[in-house]
């Protein structure tokens, strides 16, 4: 089956630093890639859309210059967290979905990111 | 977007036969059903997916009626190491994905 990777799986980083979770696919080509962030006992929610070589689109709420996406190529996605506090941290998961695909997706390990 | 609702919660027992229900009354002529299984501080891992009628794999079958707007997971003979909470998911290729608050299972001895 297909493999998202995800990386780092867990990082601390004191306030105001900025943080880079990536995301790849391994085994095949991801047109389009999703981000979550999920906190506890709560379900995923998602926060934006990345398709390879256009701009990401986010959901309402979330704030595009926070969260920064970059889908740079048909098998890595990045998101990056600016200026990070305490209220970002969060369980990270990020999703892949090839072209051709049914509907399914294809979910990474996830990033627990702590913010001190 | 389909809106799925799911029960928040069911027990069940080792070695039973465990049966959840997603209700999807907008689901759209292109829209498959997707269930997932999410064990804590991981990311969900498919489980099953459909369009209409039945489908089983080795590990689970989903029933959709005819007018799919609900669909049924069937786990047989579940175990301790199924304690997850599942969800379903409603889209088709190029839509969004948006998880419901899912239905956690826990298998008790």
């Known amino acids: 089956g297909a493999v998202v990777s995800q990386h780092p799986s867990r990082v601390i980083c004191k306030s105001g630093t900025s943080v880079k979770i990536e995301c790849r696919s391994l085994d095949f080509q991801a047109t389009t890639m999703f981000w979550y962030r999920q906190f506890p006992k709560q379900s995923l929610m998602l926060m934006a859309t990345?398709?390879?070589?256009?701009?990401?689109?986010?959901e309402q709420g979330v704030e595009k210059d926070k969260f920064l996406i970059n889908h740079a190529s048909l098998t890595l996605s990045t998101l990056t967290v600016t200026s990070a506090h305490p209220e970002d941290s969060s369980f990270y998961i990020c999703s892949a979905q090839t072209g051709t695909s049914t509907g399914e997706l294809f979910f990474g390990e996830g990033s627990r990111l702590t913010v001190l | 977007l389909a809106k799925t609702t799911q029960p928040v919660s069911m027990d069940s027992y080792e070695g039973q036969e465990v049966n959840i229900t997603c209700s999807h009354n907008?689901?759209?002529?292109?829209?498959?059903i997707t269930w997932y299984q999410q064990f804590p501080s991981q990311g969900p891992r498919f489980i099953i997916q459909g369009y209409k009628t039945k489908v089983t794999n080795e590990v689970a079958s989903l029933f959709i009626p005819a007018d799919r707007k609900s669909s049924t997971l069937s786990l047989p003979r579940v175990s301790l190491s199924d304690t997850a909470v599942y969800y379903c998911?409603?889209?088709?290729?190029?839509?969004?994905?948006?998880f419901g608050s899912g239905t956690k299972l826990n298998v008790k001895p």
């Open positions: 990345s398709n390879e070589g256009s701009k990401a689109t986010y």
């Open positions: 998911l409603v889209a088709g290729n190029f839509n969004k994905f948006y």
């Open positions: 907008n689901i759209a002529t292109n829209d498959y």
